[in-house]
């Protein structure tokens, strides 16, 4: 399938005489076309997909759809869900609905932010440790595995106790505590491509450095690069909800991490107010589930060992 | 034996990155932590105290590199100063009298998420595509996705304050004194079934489906389709043949999922204010018990690197490649 998606760039290019210079053959481009086909046509990815795309825009419409400040104190407090608040209100009478709505912003940037800081960081270390080989990879192997194994959540409250408040440092805090598991992943898919021909010839042509590592290895890992950006989302918008729900975030914004703690420290367990703890909790599974399912398509996708063959 | 030294060697420079990490983080953060701190808890100190304590976070006027020589000294003869939120007890024995809690929530939950989670890995991948194979691994993901505390929340409030089955925080009933009787093992026992399910539901899931998917890999092997040319009973070749030889990415990340479930008992324990160490890291940091925090932050380190050199040792051992090369 992946050769019907690409022959049609092959034959417009031979088929106009205004373009002069054919473009250079990218490596991996066919895999890539069947890629993104088989993204498409798989269901659990298309799922995941609409489910993102449906979060997405609620975080973007959350002013239009409930305009006002979400932390006003109220005069209803500890309603259970109505007509009225849909899914009720906390015991301070905020709107819990209007709360994880505009909750949906800050844990869906923060963890998109974190994610592609966390993967680009793992790309650089592991493709130039594959690339480099030698002292340099010994050393940033070195560097990646002890960050690989100090305790990423304990470092994370130390992190956070001393640095100073706010959302800038939920972001450093989370990046450095994210990137070395996708710099692990991304340095041993590198290292098999290091040794292929094609980087041989780039090498010999006298290419510089950073483009074969960029322009070479990269794309021909696009896939494994997608699966570790989709894991380290799904640990930024996790590892946010726990930060914040410690109290160690920035629990002046609204997301659903402090959603979570302010219930908590209201004693909403306590005094039964269920539904005060509920929408921000299922709102990061779902969208934690619809980035897995993603994951898990890519995988079937890219090693058809994994599928399950289609009896008759 | 080549290998576990280079092990060692790397474990060894991984805690000193720690150490150094401790050492420099109150130093060079803005703000000025560490006189936040001590606005907070001079009063209550003797002069000398106070001094131990500007020396520990390097207030006083000693060069960095003497600093820094004198800190690693105290570090390995277990002098991590003093805590201030349990005035005027050591950092080392608050976490000796806390840490066996978090070994048996986190131990007991680990062996009981790895063994389930392999064993429903091996019989999701040998009946492929049957009932256990389509809906388990789904359905774990989507629990795992919820977070930690969140599914702690929700047991306590299911099966504590709805139900009453189980009580609802702490390691045991108040009043009760650590004894081996029948009665207090029973009480810690009840007070551990929450906090232990919800790190083994949201961490299962892992398990079962690397399980699975290296087992896949290992029954497409030839000498899977030789023991059935044999005729070997379906349950030899599923357990003997290929999970004793898919077991072994299970017993690396074994190593590797040890920081995950001290960091998956830290926010459980918070949520059933459970008295182990991760609990009390937390309330180190809103303290403001720096030397406390810090002491947590290496002991929790220390013990996931001795840990993870023993499943180094047990590596050696099952894999004979490693031995040879």
């Given at each position: 399938?992946?050769?019907t998606n690409?022959?049609?760039?092959?034959?417009?290019?031979?088929?106009?005489?205004?373009?002069?210079?054919?473009?250079?053959?990218?490596?991996?481009?066919?895999?890539?076309?069947?890629?993104?086909?088989?993204i498409?046509?798989?269901?659990?990815?298309?799922f995941?997909?609409?489910v993102l795309?449906?979060?997405?825009?609620?975080?973007?419409?959350?002013?239009?759809?409930?305009p006002?400040?979400?932390?006003?104190?109220?005069p209803e407090a500890?309603?259970?869900?109505?007509?009225?608040?849909?899914?009720?209100?906390?015991?301070?009478g905020?709107?819990?609905?209007?709360l994880?709505?505009?909750?949906?912003r800050?844990?869906l940037?923060?963890g998109?932010?974190?994610?592609?800081?966390a993967?680009?960081?793992?790309c650089l270390?592991g493709?130039?440790?594959?690339?480099?080989?030698?002292?340099?990879?010994e050393?940033?192997?070195?560097?990646?595995?002890?960050?690989?194994?100090?305790?990423?959540?304990?470092?994370l409250?130390?992190?956070?106790?001393?640095l100073?408040?706010?959302?800038?440092?939920?972001?450093?805090?989370?990046?450095?505590?994210?990137?070395a598991?996708?710099?692990?992943?991304?340095?041993?898919?590198?290292l098999?491509?290091r040794?292929?021909?094609?980087?041989?010839?780039?090498?010999?042509?006298?290419?510089k450095?950073?483009?074969?590592?960029f322009?070479?290895?990269?794309?021909?890992?696009?896939?494994?690069?997608?699966s570790?950006?989709?894991?380290?989302?799904?640990?930024g918008?996790?590892?946010?909800a726990?930060?914040?729900?410690?109290?160690?975030?920035?629990?002046?914004?609204?997301?659903?991490?402090?959603?979570?703690?302010w219930?908590?420290?209201?004693?909403a367990?306590?005094?039964?107010?269920?539904?005060?703890?509920?929408?921000s909790?299922v709102?990061?599974?779902?969208?934690?589930?619809?980035?897995?399912l993603?994951?898990?398509?890519?995988?079937?996708?890219?090693?058809?060992?994994?599928?399950?063959?289609?009896?008759? | 034996m080549?290998?576990?030294?280079?092990?060692?060697?790397?474990?060894?420079?991984a805690?000193?990155?720690?150490?150094?990490?401790?050492?420099?983080l109150?130093?060079?953060?803005?703000?000025?932590?560490?006189?936040?701190?001590?606005?907070q808890?001079?009063?209550?100190?003797r002069p000398?105290q106070?001094?131990?304590?500007r020396?520990l976070?390097?207030?006083?006027d000693?060069?960095l590199?003497?600093?820094y020589?004198?800190?690693?000294g105290?570090?390995?003869?277990?002098?991590?100063?003093?805590?201030?939120?349990?005035?005027?007890?050591?950092?080392?024995?608050?976490?000796?009298?806390?840490?066996?809690w978090?070994?048996?929530?986190?131990?007991?939950?680990?062996?009981?998420?790895?063994i389930l989670g392999?064993?429903l890995?091996?019989?999701?991948a040998?009946?492929?595509g049957?009932?256990?194979?389509s809906?388990?691994?789904?359905?774990l993901?989507?629990?795992?996705?919820?977070?930690?505390?969140?599914?702690?929340?929700?047991?306590?409030y299911?099966?504590?304050?709805?139900?009453?089955?189980l009580?609802l925080?702490?390691?045991f009933?108040?009043?009760l004194s650590?004894?081996?009787s029948?009665?207090?093992?029973?009480?810690v026992?009840?007070h551990?079934?929450?906090?232990?399910?919800?790190?083994?539901?949201?961490?299962?899931?892992?398990?079962?489906l690397g399980?699975?998917?290296?087992?896949?890999?290992?029954?497409?092997?030839?000498y899977?389709?030789?023991?059935?040319?044999?005729?070997l009973?379906?349950?030899?070749i599923m357990?003997?043949?290929?999970?004793?030889?898919a077991?072994?990415?299970?017993?690396?990340?074994?190593g590797?999922?040890?920081?995950?479930?001290?960091g998956?008992a830290?926010?459980?324990?918070?949520v059933?204010?459970?008295?182990?160490i991760?609990y009390?890291?937390?309330?180190?940091v809103q303290?403001?018990?720096?030397?406390?925090?810090?002491?947590i932050?290496l002991?929790?380190?220390?013990?996931?690197?001795?840990?993870?050199?023993l499943?180094?040792?047990?590596?050696v051992?099952?894999d004979?490649?490693v031995?040879v090369?």
């Open positions: 399938m992946s050769l690409s022959t049609p760039t092959a034959t417009t290019t031979a088929g106009n005489p205004t373009v002069q210079v054919p473009e250079p053959p990218v490596p991996g481009r066919l895999a890539h076309g069947g890629f993104v086909h088989g498409l046509t798989n269901k659990k990815a298309l995941g997909l609409a795309v449906v979060f997405a825009l609620l975080a973007l419409l959350a002013p239009l759809l409930a006002g400040n979400p932390s006003d104190f109220g500890s309603l259970a869900p109505s007509a009225a608040h849909l899914l009720g209100t906390t015991s301070k905020q709107d819990v609905l209007a994880t709505l505009w909750g949906s800050s844990s940037t923060v998109f932010i974190v994610g592609i800081a993967t680009f960081i793992g270390v493709i130039a440790s594959a690339y480099f080989g030698k002292a340099i990879d050393l940033l192997s070195l560097l990646t595995n002890i960050f690989l194994l100090i305790p990423g959540l304990p470092l409250v130390v992190l956070a106790a001393f100073p408040p706010g959302p800038a440092t939920v972001v450093i805090v989370l990046v450095i505590t994210g990137w598991g996708s710099a692990r992943v991304l340095r041993s898919q590198a098999s491509l040794s292929k021909d094609f980087v041989a010839a780039a090498v010999v042509t006298g290419e450095a950073w483009r074969i590592m322009r070479e290895i990269l794309p021909n890992m696009a896939s494994i690069v997608m570790t950006l989709l894991g380290c989302v799904i640990y918008i996790g590892a946010q726990g930060l914040e729900f410690l109290g160690l975030g920035d629990t002046g914004s609204v997301s659903w991490g402090t959603n979570l703690y219930a908590n420290n209201d004693g367990l306590m005094t039964g107010d269920w539904w005060v703890l509920l929408p909790g709102a990061i599974a779902v969208v934690a589930f619809a980035l897995a993603i994951n898990y398509a890519v995988d079937e996708i890219t090693n058809p060992r994994l599928r399950v063959e289609k009896k008759g | 080549v290998f576990l030294l280079r092990r060692l060697g790397f474990y060894v420079i805690f000193w990155a720690c150490i150094t990490l401790n050492f420099f109150p130093r060079l953060m803005p703000g000025d932590p560490v006189s936040r701190m001590f606005s808890v001079q009063s209550q100190m000398d106070v001094d131990a304590l020396r976070f390097g207030l006083d000693r060069p590199w003497e600093q020589l004198a800190y690693i105290n570090i390995f003869r277990g002098d991590m100063g003093i805590s201030l939120s349990r005035f005027p007890s050591p950092v080392s024995e608050v976490i000796g009298s806390q840490i066996g978090t070994l048996l929530l986190g131990g007991t939950s680990l062996v009981i998420a790895v392999n064993f890995g091996v019989l999701a040998w009946r492929r049957k009932f256990l194979d809906v388990f691994p789904p359905l993901i989507f629990v795992g996705s919820f977070p930690y505390f969140w599914l702690a929340m929700a047991a306590l299911l099966f504590g304050i709805t139900l009453g089955w009580p925080s702490h390691a009933s108040t009043g650590a004894s081996f029948f009665e207090y093992i029973g009480d026992a009840a551990l079934i929450l906090p232990a399910l919800t790190i083994v539901l949201v961490s299962i899931g892992g398990w079962m399980m699975r998917n290296t087992m896949i890999a290992t029954t497409a092997e030839d899977i389709t030789m023991a059935r040319a044999k005729g009973r379906p349950a030899r357990f003997q043949y290929a999970a004793r030889n077991m072994l990415p299970s017993v690396t990340s074994f590797m999922s040890l920081g995950f479930v001290v998956g830290l926010l459980t324990e918070t059933f204010a459970y008295p182990g991760g009390q890291l937390l309330t180190s303290a403001l018990d720096y030397p406390l925090t810090q002491g932050f002991t929790i380190t220390a013990a996931v690197l001795a840990a993870n050199f499943v180094d040792i047990i590596y051992r099952l004979p490649r031995r090369s």
